[in-house]
């Protein structure tokens, strides 16, 4: 899933450029703690999202120990895609969707340090996607464990457009 950031980003729908990354938005399973989503006025906050697909946790481990850095860099675009997903449940189309901050938490050794790396891939993800609209503010945190023992989580804050 990983692509040159430019590629696509100015031509079709944000669906469209989806589509021919090969890739698709997928359900949510509902939780009974919490929503994916809640949308305050037009922004939208979104829950931190884990590597889920089809219902399946797709790595477990600590960055930098049982989990390499391309791994992780490609759990964190499974979590972006969960993140959209949960955004679009608020707007309900792609297109209507703009990034404005992401948090991109990593399970990660102490010496780790490229925290930042990983989540670049989900940040390359949204603007291949989005266009300008998946342009956003970011913070990347080292962190001892996530929940169900994930190498990545995902939040992000959007606005409707």
């Given amino acids: 899933m990983s692509r040159p950031v430019a590629s696509a980003a100015h031509t079709g729908s944000a669906s469209e450029r989806l589509?021919?990354?090969g890739l698709d938005l997928p359900d949510l399973a509902g939780n009974p703690y919490?929503?994916?989503q809640r949308t305050?006025?037009?922004s939208i906050y979104i829950s931190g999202q884990l590597p889920y697909k089809d219902g399946e946790l797709?790595?477990?481990g600590i960055v930098g120990q049982e989990v390499e850095l391309e791994t992780a860099r490609e759990l964190a675009r499974h979590a972006v895609l969960n993140a959209l997903a949960a955004a679009v449940q608020a707007v309900g189309e792609l297109d209507r969707v703009r990034i404005v901050q992401m948090l991109v938490f990593v399970a990660s050794t102490p010496d780790f340090?490229?925290?930042s790396t990983v989540a670049s891939a989900a940040s390359e993800l949204l603007i291949e996607v989005l266009g300008e609209n998946g342009r956003h503010a970011r913070t990347a945190i080292g962190v001892a464990g996530l929940?169900?023992?994930?190498?990545?989580?995902i939040q992000m804050v959007?606005?409707?457009v």
């Fill in 58 to 60: 797709l790595g477990q």
């Fill in 40 to 42: 305050l006025g037009s």
């Fill in 34 to 36: 919490y929503v994916d």
């Fill in 19 to 21: 589509q021919a990354l």
């Fill in 113 to 115: 340090g490229e925290q």
């Fill in 158 to 160: 959007c606005t409707a």
């Fill in 147 to 153: 929940p169900l023992n994930s190498p990545v989580e």
